[in-house]
């Protein structure tokens, strides 16, 4: 049954992938946007923030990173919503699959598509003059840690997708929560540098712990606190969350 279930899961996954070439707009959120955020953040904004456009890239990158994650968490229950809306999933409870396997095809697919844009602006930030000080280990890490965070938060996406009626109520619920969180957070900007109430925000913000783990693993500096503070509050959202989206998706579908 588990096994039977896994490929299931799998085949959905892939559904959700090669979708993309009937949907190339798809691919905006995880290519197009990550590289216009990182292109005006550097060239706009960086020789404001910083003495350079190339010093500043080094410290907003990884905020860059986390931020585009966050954001492209939303297409999961933008996705699952619209398959629900249009009978996508009435279709597929038809067929002899195991229930719960096209809500974690959606998250598996979703979470590929995240490794692709981590990598995509990686990528871009090396050619733009980013350098990687540490290791092929702490690459990995990064990878590793930015995944399992972006699978957690994912989860609070998907039960805002189970409780309305339209995906375009998921974007704004998700865009209304998500810009405070990003933007009064250490991912662009040192949180030295804001006034003292906003700072303390900043320093409890999981996108500034995230960011600064990104940032260590990948620059050097610090990396136990912030890994461990990351870990936690994803921990926390999946320990919530997941319940919650599970409990909902049974009573609509």
Do not use: C
């Not at 990182?38 to 907003?60: K, Q, R, W």
């Not at 690459?139 to 609070?156: D, E, H, I, K, N």
């Not at 999946?238 to 989206?245: N, R, T, Y």
Request: glycine share 8%; charged share 15%; aromatic share 12%.
């Amino acid at each position: 049954m588990t096994t039977m279930a896994l490929r299931n899961t799998a085949t959905l996954a892939w559904r959700t992938l090669v979708q993309i070439k009937h949907n190339p707009f798809e691919l905006f959120d995880f290519s197009v946007q990550p590289i216009m955020f990182l292109l005006l953040f550097t060239y706009v904004f960086g020789g404001a923030i910083a003495d350079s456009p190339g010093e500043y890239l080094t410290y907003a990158l990884p905020g860059i990173i986390v931020q585009n994650l966050l954001f492209a968490t939303l297409n999961t229950g933008v996705g699952l919503n619209t398959d629900i809306s249009k009978g996508v999933f009435d279709r597929l409870r038809s067929l002899p699959i195991a229930r719960f396997s096209p809500l974690a095809g959606r998250i598996v697919a979703d979470v590929i598509k995240q490794a692709w844009a981590i990598a995509l602006l990686l990528v871009l930030g090396i050619v733009l003059g980013f350098r990687i000080e540490t290791g092929p280990a702490e690459v990995l890490a990064t990878f590793a840690l930015l995944l399992g965070f972006a699978f957690a938060v994912s989860w609070m996406s998907v039960l805002v997708a189970m409780l309305v009626s339209e995906p375009e109520k998921v974007q704004i619920f998700g865009f209304v929560l998500l810009f405070p969180i990003t933007f009064a957070s250490g991912a662009f900007v040192d949180p030295d540098t804001m006034p003292g109430w906003l700072r303390s925000f900043a320093d409890v913000n999981p996108t500034s712990i995230l960011a600064d783990a990104a940032r260590g693993l990948l620059s050097g500096g610090p990396v136990a606190g912030p890994v461990t503070q990351s870990l936690l509050w994803a921990a926390g959202f999946l320990v919530i969350f997941a319940p919650l989206s599970v409990r909902a998706f049974r009573r609509r579908i």
